[in-house]
């Protein structure tokens, strides 16, 4: 069964950093684009960062310069590693698949995870 699932959630303070990876089963990586998704109680599920098949990266305005996509491969894993994290940052983080990005966010998406929560204090 083809899936994804996110692990590396936690509580940290403003300033610190998490690293987030999704495991990602099969072939899913190399048919489709990439990403991290985040939703927040109460606001609308937004993008934050895509990745596809040829390395293409993009990230959303609020965590350019701050939290970085990659993935291995060889591990069929995805990363996302955030740091100077804010209290704004905090959100359930999905990993997910999708056939379009634009501007660090995913679209048409296929596959997602359950998520893992991110907490950020101030």
């Known amino acids: 069964q083809e899936q994804l699932v996110e692990s590396g959630g936690g509580s940290v303070q403003a300033g610190g950093s998490l690293r987030l990876s999704c495991a990602v089963s099969?072939?899913?990586?190399?048919?489709?684009?990439m990403g991290w998704l985040r939703q927040a109680p109460g606001k609308e599920r937004e993008g934050v960062a895509t990745i596809g098949s040829a390395g293409t990266i993009s990230y959303a305005d609020s965590v350019k310069g701050r939290f970085t996509i990659s993935q291995d491969n060889a591990k069929n894993t995805l990363y996302l590693q955030m740091n100077s994290l804010k209290p704004e940052d905090s959100a359930m983080y999905y990993c997910?698949?999708?056939?379009?990005?634009?501007?660090?966010?995913?679209?048409?998406?296929?596959?997602r995870g359950k998520g893992t929560l991110v907490t950020i204090s101030s």
């Open positions: 099969g072939d899913i990586a190399s048919r489709y684009y």
């Open positions: 997910a698949a999708g056939r379009a990005v634009l501007r660090g966010n995913l679209y048409a998406i296929t596959y």
